[in-house]
C-alpha cells in the first residue's frame, strides 16, 4: 500500500519521481551528462544549459563534465589534501592528525584522546564529532565508519574526483573554541585564485545558520539552503591572513571553496578544499546571486 501511494505521488509530481530514481542505483545507466540535466531539473526547476552555461550552478555543472585536472582528486581527499596544504601554506595550519586507517578494524579508540573528529577520507558531509568517549559506542562507531567505507560518493551527484580517491578513515583533534560549540566555518569562494565571496556557517549540530560576505566583509542578502542568522558578525581578526592563504590554495584553479576555522586561541586550521559547492544544485535567493557569482567563473580557459 505504502508503494501504491508513492507512486500515485510520483505521478502528481514527477519532480518526487526524478529525485526517488536519481537516488538509486539504477541511475548509473546514465551517462554523466544526461544524468547532470535531469538532476537541474529535479532540484533548480530548469533546462540546463552546457553549451552555454551562463550562472554559477550551471557552470558547476560544466565543471564536473569537462575540467578533470588529475590533481583535483588529491584536492578533495581529506588525508592526502593535507600534503598539498603543507607545502603551499604549512604545516601548521593542518589541524593535528590523530590516525588514518585503511579499516575500520585499524581503528584503536583506546590510543584516541577523549574527544576526537572522524572522518572517510572520500565522501563529503560525513563526520563524526566525538565530545566523550566514554559514552562512545566503538562497535556503532566501527558500523558506521564501515558505512561511510562502503560508499561511492561520485555515483550521488556526479562529482567526478570522488570516483578516484582510496576509501580510508582518518582521525583529527578536536578544535577547541570559547563556547565548547563547534568552531565557525569560513569558507571562502575563489575564482581564478582570487577571493571574491565567502560565507559562515555557526551553530554546526544544531541550527545551523549560513550569513554571506563580500571579501571586503560587507554583508550580502542572500539566503541558501540555510536560514540566516540574527548574529552580528564582525570582521574576524585573522580575516585578511584567511583571503592570503585562500588565494594560495587557490592558485591556478578556476573555482574552488577554500575552508577554515579559527580555534580559541586565534589560530587558523585549514578545513578543506570544495570544488562543487552544493554540487552546483542549491538555489540562490534571491536569484540574482546565481548569475553574479556565475560571472566570475572563466570557462574559456577551460580545455574540454
Known sequence: MNIIKKIKKGLRKPVLFGEFFLGKSISRILPDKLFLSWIYRVKIGKRLSLDNPVTYNEKLQWLKLYDHNPKYVDLVDKFAVRE???DTIGEQYLVPLLGVYNTVMEIDFSALPDQF????????????LCTDKSSLSTSATRDL????????YYWGL???PYKHIRPRIICEEMIKTVDGKPPKDYKIFCFNGEPKFAFVASDRGSE????????EWNRQSLRQHYPNSDYMLEKPAQWEEMLYLARKLA?????????????ASGAIFFGELTFFHFSGLEPFEPESYDYD?????????IKK
Open 208 to 215: 545551523t545558520k549560513f550569513d554571506f560576505f563580500d571579501s
Open 145 to 152: 565508519a564501515a558505512t561511510w567505507m562502503r560508499k561511492q
Open 251 to 263: 592558485k591556478d584553479i578556476p573555482h574552488v571553496r577554500v575552508d577554515f576555522y579559527v580555534d
Open 158 to 160: 556526479r562529482e567526478w
Open 117 to 128: 573528529v572522524m572522518k572517510p577520507t572520500h565522501t563529503s558531509g560525513d563526520v563524526l
Open 293 to 301: 557569482l556565475g560571472s566570475w567563473i572563466d570557462l574559456i580557459s
Open 84 to 86: 598539498y596544504v603543507s
